[in-house]
């Protein structure tokens, strides 16, 4: 086995009872005035627990507390304790709330349709009083995906950020924190309290369209620095920071969604560079890391993903780097996990296995699918896989009190109320760090004549696709005509726009372009030999504007659609503030 440190941390908890005082309990059904209850559920087993009256709220410690809980839960409880669903409708679906008061314990806001952000409080409202009114009245985590940048699941108003690669630009370990920060304060007024965010994958494969601008950049340890940072910003508003994708989703450009991606370097370049962020995570006790489906056949001979793989969760991540926290997978809906598993509840049985604490599902089960059935008959006949199960549980529970209990910032509204959250979403303070976070990461990949005096510039086409581009174009050059496109135009579309230049841009001569994506790029590339100024914005991964070193001037932003990030283009164009952001990889 490949080591990394000696240390080992991880300590298995076994619970046993004598055969005689079970015996005897059994024949009186009474003890010292407390009630015996007796396992018949379907997949039990036949076993005696002393129930006593307590519930997550009861004035104990955590752990003594946590422990009590799981030790009385029977079977169906403990596993649905370590289950997260999501839902696809605009509210939770009847099936959703059934396994909610089964005991479902997490659910995950997906971003199909959370553009009504008070229908997402008034939806997480409701369930969190359905799990309240639950045997142990367990709340849920509720989790959702808001890493700032092109991945914000929970959208209406909430802040359109300028994300990873722009705080990796600017350098800040405060922009990182201050980042995490103003995006939890949005999410947790709508009672989210979990977030799958910071992600620390490494900006290896610079082809990636999975990871791309979702990464600090390619240097592990500022990666490390500002992962940490972000997790610290995150905890301090009261949400949980899920540090992702482990052991590290950066050296390939496949999408595990669609297929399990296969990263082969070998161990010394995985130590010294994948697993490097992680270190400085798990040294600031992150409390929550999320599994990816990645397969590392060099570290890993079986070719399992990382996610159902025991080496990688209970070996390195636990035993040898001294993880404490949860564990939890990513969606296991992916083909990344599936394909390798060859059943959806193998998967989640090989999950479980391998450490994982909470198993996650974008679509909601079925209250008869194998997945539950099936590991629930193991649990009733394999010990070592029931006291798994039991120990996950036991985490997650023993996690919530602590959020609830311990926190030392107010932790998320467990009933958030949808007739204030204007006053919350999107957050005013936020709204002005943004901007000035995103003035600092604006990066010069080639300079030409800067700053465009208006004078100079002639006659000046903005061509683009977002209202506050146009708007800040006109205030600073308001004799300026427009052309618009697509955000993501097809091929067709492509083409229309090249053919309309012919006769659109003959009379102009300065062209401001934003380019997000490579038919973007294929529209800027008709001027390449047309005689103008060409000013590049590049919007989103700067590996795309590489082709375009033709035009004048170049300036990176990095950033999905974000008013704040094309304000400081084109201020800095307009000469209102020295750069200072860095291109953060090499």
Not at 299 to 305: C, K, R, T
Not at 452 to 475: E, T, V, W, Y
Request: aromatic fraction near 12%; charged fraction near 20%.
């Amino acid at each position: 086995m490949h080591k990394i440190t000696s240390s080992q941390i991880f300590i298995k908890k076994l619970f046993s009872l004598c055969f005689i005082f079970v015996f005897t309990l059994f024949e009186t059904g009474f003890l010292y005035g407390q009630t015996i209850s007796v396992k018949t559920q379907s997949g039990n087993r036949n076993n005696q627990q002393i129930q006593e009256d307590i519930s997550f709220w009861s004035n104990l410690p955590n752990d003594v507390l946590a422990k009590k809980i799981v030790d009385q839960m029977t079977d169906e409880e403990l596993y649905s304790q370590i289950l997260m669903f999501g839902w696809a409708g605009a509210e939770p679906s009847e099936l959703l709330c059934q396994w909610v008061d089964r005991g479902l314990g997490s659910v995950k806001v997906f971003g199909w349709n959370t553009d009504d952000i008070k229908q997402v409080a008034k939806s997480i409202t409701y369930l969190q009083k359905k799990s309240y009114s639950g045997r142990f009245q367990i709340p849920l985590f509720v989790a959702t995906d808001q890493e700032g940048g092109w991945i914000r699941h929970v959208k209406g108003d909430t802040s359109i950020t300028p994300g990873n690669m722009a705080i990796g630009a600017s350098g800040y370990p405060a922009d990182s924190w201050y980042t995490a920060y103003y995006i939890s304060r949005e999410i947790k007024a709508l009672g989210i309290n979990m977030n799958f965010a910071p992600t620390v994958d490494l900006f290896t494969d610079h082809e990636s369209t999975i990871i791309g601008t979702r990464s600090f950049g390619d240097d592990p340890d500022k990666v490390g620095i500002l992962g940490t940072m972000f997790a610290s910003g995150s905890l301090a508003a009261g949400v949980i920071p899920t540090v992702k994708h482990f052991p590290g989703h950066g050296d390939t450009n496949a999408d595990s969604h669609g297929k399990l991606p296969v990263i082969n370097i070998d161990f010394e370049t995985f130590k010294n560079r994948e697993i490097v962020p992680y270190l400085y995570l798990i040294k600031e006790n992150v409390p929550a890391v999320m599994s990816g489906h990645l397969s590392y056949p060099q570290i890993e001979p079986s070719g399992a993903p990382a996610s159902l793989s025991k080496y990688f969760l209970t070996e390195l991540l636990r035993n040898q780097l001294g993880y404490e926290g949860l564990i939890i997978t990513d969606d296991m809906m992916m083909t990344g996990a599936t394909s390798y598993a060859g059943s959806l509840s193998n998967a989640f049985k090989l999950a479980i296995e391998a450490g994982n604490d909470i198993i996650l599902s974008s679509t909601t089960a079925r209250l008869n699918e194998a997945l539950w059935k099936k590991n629930l008959e193991l649990m009733s006949v394999d010990e070592k896989f029931y006291q798994q199960v039991k120990n996950s549980a036991y985490r997650v529970i023993k996690t919530k009190l602590d959020y609830y209990k311990n926190n030392v910032s107010t932790p998320a509204p467990l009933y958030p109320d949808p007739d204030d959250l204007a006053q919350s979403i999107p957050d005013k303070e936020g709204e002005k760090f943004f901007l000035e976070q995103a003035c600092r990461s604006i990066t010069i990949e080639k300079e030409g004549e800067l700053p465009l005096n208006k004078n100079r510039a002639g006659r000046i086409l903005l061509m683009g696709s977002i209202d506050s581009f146009f708007q800040a174009g006109k205030a600073r050059y308001p004799n300026a005509s427009e052309f618009r496109f697509s955000y993501e135009p097809g091929p067709n579309e492509t083409q229309w726009v090249k053919d309309k230049l012919a006769t659109m841009a003959a009379g102009y001569d300065t062209i401001i372009i934003c380019v997000s994506c490579e038919n973007h790029a294929k529209i800027a590339e008709y001027f390449k030999n047309a005689n103008k100024r060409v000013i590049v914005l590049s919007t989103m991964s700067p590996v795309i504007s590489e082709r375009l070193s033709w035009a004048e001037t170049i300036l990176l932003g990095y950033s999905w659609r974000c008013d704040f990030s094309l304000k400081a283009m084109l201020g800095l164009l307009n000469g209102e503030y020295e750069v200072v952001g860095v291109k953060p990889y090499n």
